[in-house]
């Protein structure tokens, strides 16, 4: 069940407590002296679970097609398969895995299926290492994007 399906289904009060909550714990950090500085451009996000500049591009580059999965805490992006309306003859399916905190080319793993019709069904067929290749440079392309734009803000 996705969280935001928890969240509607337990009603607007939880979350305000879950809320209330929160902004206690953050006013209870202002009581001392030494207040740590914080990078809102660190390398290393950590508040869902995974990078957050790779999570961020992810859902960015694949925005076009449907989503299965989207999980935060895992770093786990999953598509529904998508025909490209000029090509209804061939649909693809897309997971991409965030491995790790840290916005690195190997914290980023794409993988992708590839179906063609024939004689009135879908089979698979191979995927260009090329495409996997391009979709993992538009998302690492994209987080740096976006971790210099928290630079410059």
Do not use: H
């Amino acid at each position: 069940m996705s969280q935001l399906s928890v969240i509607a289904r337990l009603g607007r009060r939880p979350v305000a407590f879950a809320m209330l909550g929160l902004a206690a714990l953050g006013l209870s950090a202002c009581a001392g002296k030494d207040r740590p500085k914080s990078d809102l451009a660190a390398s290393q996000v950590t508040t869902i679970g995974v990078n957050s500049y790779l999570w961020r591009a992810s859902l960015d580059a694949l925005s076009f097609m449907p989503l299965l999965q989207a999980d935060s805490s895992g770093g786990v992006v999953i598509t529904d398969w998508y025909a490209n309306p000029g090509n209804p003859g061939e649909r693809m399916k897309v997971t991409v895995s965030i491995l790790d905190r840290d916005l690195r080319a190997d914290a980023l793993r794409v993988a992708a299926s590839r179906q063609i019709t024939q004689g009135g069904g879908w089979v698979d067929a191979p995927v260009q290492a090329a495409t996997v290749q391009k979709l993992e440079e538009i998302i690492l392309t994209r987080a740096r994007d976006l971790r210099r734009s928290a630079i410059r803000d």
